[in-house]
């Protein structure tokens, strides 16, 4: 297992940011997830590391919201009803197809659907980042909750800046331009 995210091995998972989950969380919470959850697809594309997303039941709850939508472009997305994205076929098995190991996921809520599908990728071999500032609950304390039991689980608890940077790994990547300054 590497601790260090790697983008020949990645892949970014988009969990459920969707319109209606979005509007009942603490404003300044969704609004971290929804910038740094950006960045993330703005470097993902930069580096060829394919996205998935994933939508709970968007007939109640919407789609994605439109900011993610827009960056994550051709991203395949799939609908859920399961809290656990790795319960959806589809899903997991392209998961699989895309021969990656590792997971850098982002989304809400973090002690539902971030937790369960990080927990179950695990149990599937996958190589688990949880990216702790690009997830969020309506309640803080089932946040960081969520974000202890996983690490005590052994799932990589991250930012979004480390996974920038363990992407690029070197100042003289073609992409460090680029990718830095996104941060600004």
Known sequence: MSLLANP?????LIIDQ?????DAMPESEWQQVETHSKRLLEAAS?????VIISEQYPKGLGHTVDAIKQKAGNSLCYEKTHF?????TDYKKQLINNNRK???????ETHVCVLQTAFEAMGSGFEVFVVTDAVCSRNIEHKNNALARLQQAGIIISNHESVLFEWLRDARHEQFKFISGLLK
Do not use: F, V
């Open 46 to 50: 930069a580096l060829n590391i394919p």
């Open 84 to 88: 656990s994205c790795c319960q959806n």
């Open 102 to 108: 590792q997971l850098i996921i982002c989304g809400m």
């Open 18 to 22: 969707q319109t209606r989950l979005a």
């Open 8 to 12: 020949i091995d990645s892949q970014l």
